[in-house]
């Protein structure tokens, strides 16, 4: 990676980067040093704590799951554990929504303002110093688990089912939908050639009859179709060279001008607003300074960063790989039913799938709806199933579609990775250099 670095516009007014990680030098890495402030409160002297640009990118790396390149920081906290408390919190509360809407009849709007107002007592609590978050959360866990532990007791399974292992998978499947959809408007004809794929069949007899006489086998079939495609779909990708991949994001940085203020905002939410502080301006100044100097990305600071994540990213690539396919075999599942229940009158699909159609009935924001159940579920996740066979394909077989998966399974990580992890090697090395000019060594700081 030997290319001159360009040169920011002067005076222009606008904080922008161009090349945006050409700039990794020493100028403007000197910044944002924070001030404790003293404050007099019920007679006891208290400091704020002050927090720096390099622990907010520490912060930031440790979030987004790129925590290997500032081990060294103090700090432990994960990826893995803040999604899976957001998913057990999001789980506990539509369990108790689902239990008090369905069990004891409670209108859902009503429901929903009690639990929403609940949120807000706990966090009205915490800003008075009254509660922590920890405590508000394990309220409702505790409230959960006796709510599980009594229906347990009085073998109440069907509303165990509903309230204690339904919501993890809608919770876990409606994230993994939302982000394959997020993925999937990238990808060229995706959709309509989707649409084709589910219209046709959805309107024609042999569907309908064979989804309701497979039941079970269904699920089998997406199993055994889905997994050697997925498999193959690692095997192309594990074939790629990860290092090389870093390397021409970089080149893609560089070719793009970033707004530091937008920069900066992504970097500053993960500062506790309420009890830390810091100096935005400084920082968006150091942030600018970095990014505008006129100096190459270093080869061997790039090495660093690249050499601390590769494993990390094969292991995301995995992940990755499988959480879309499932998302759009949930998605377009979904889509089906949907399409299924606005087209098919129930009459005509007891008599395609020769079964009955079971009805649920259920009240959602104050409107009695009939949910109809039987084929119109078997049906969708067949057709799912098939269109999911066809998205993994199109992957698998267009060079196009392949391209543009790669560039979203790996090159948005590692863009996201490399934005924050050069700005914090480059603070790294400046405050090593300044702890060897003072003949002292240097205490590590990180979030």
């Not at 009939?370 to 077989?397: M, N, Q």
């Amino acid at each position: 990676m030997q290319r001159p670095g360009g040169l920011a516009s002067k005076g222009s007014g606008k904080r922008t980067s161009r090349p945006i990680l050409s700039a990794m030098g020493a100028a403007g890495t000197r910044g944002a040093r924070v001030k404790d402030v003293a404050d007099d409160s019920d007679e006891e002297v208290r400091i704020a704590k002050t927090v720096t640009l390099r622990q907010l990118l520490a912060r930031a790396l440790r979030k987004q799951g790129f925590g290997e390149i500032c081990k060294e920081e103090p700090g432990k906290s994960s990826r893995w554990a803040d999604v899976a408390s957001q998913n057990l919190l999001l789980s506990v509360l539509l369990g108790l929504l689902l239990f008090a809407s369905f069990r004891f009849g409670w209108h859902l709007w009503l429901t929903a303002s009690i639990i929403f107002g609940s949120l807000l007592l706990l966090v009205f609590a915490v800003m008075a110093g009254g509660c922590t978050n920890m405590l508000g959360y394990l309220a409702y866990v505790i409230a959960w688990l006796a709510l599980g532990v009594y229906l347990l007791g009085n073998r109440d399974y069907d509303s165990l089912l509903l309230t204690h292992v339904l919501p993890f998978f809608l919770v876990i499947g409606g994230r993994w939908a939302a982000r394959a959809v997020r993925f999937t408007t990238h990808i060229p004809f995706f959709i309509p050639i989707t649409l084709l794929l589910i219209l046709t069949p959805l309107i024609s007899e042999d569907p309908w009859r064979v989804a309701s006489a497979s039941g079970w086998r269904i699920g089998v079939l997406a199993a055994v179709a889905l997994t050697p495609l997925c498999v193959y779909l690692l095997i192309r990708l594990a074939r790629l060279d990860v290092a090389t991949t870093l390397f021409s994001v970089v080149e893609t940085l560089n070719a793009r001008d970033m707004p530091i203020e937008k920069l900066w905002k992504g970097v500053d939410k993960f500062r506790n607003k309420p009890s830390e502080s810091i100096d935005s301006e400084a920082s968006i100044a150091q942030l600018g300074a970095i990014f505008q100097a006129d100096k190459e990305v270093t080869t061997n600071r790039l090495a660093v960063a690249v050499v601390a994540i590769e494993k990390r990213f094969r292991r995301l690539v995995t992940l990755r790989v499988v959480s879309v396919i499932v998302g759009v075999w949930i998605a377009v599942t979904g889509l089906i039913y949907l399409l299924a229940l606005i087209i098919m009158p129930s009459s005509l699909a007891a008599d395609w799938s020769r079964s009955s159609v079971n009805l649920v009935d259920a009240q959602l924001f104050g409107w009695d709806v009939t949910i109809p159940a039987g084929p119109y579920l078997h049906v969708a996740l067949l057709l799912g199933t098939v269109a999911s066979v066809g998205f993994a394909g199109f992957v698998l077989t267009e060079e196009k579609y392949f391209e543009e998966f790669t560039k979203g399974i790996i090159g948005k990580p590692a863009e996201q990775y490399l934005t924050l992890a050069l700005p914090y090697l480059a603070l790294a090395d400046e405050d090593a250099g300044e702890g060897v000019k003072g003949k002292s060594q240097r205490t590590p700081v990180g979030g």
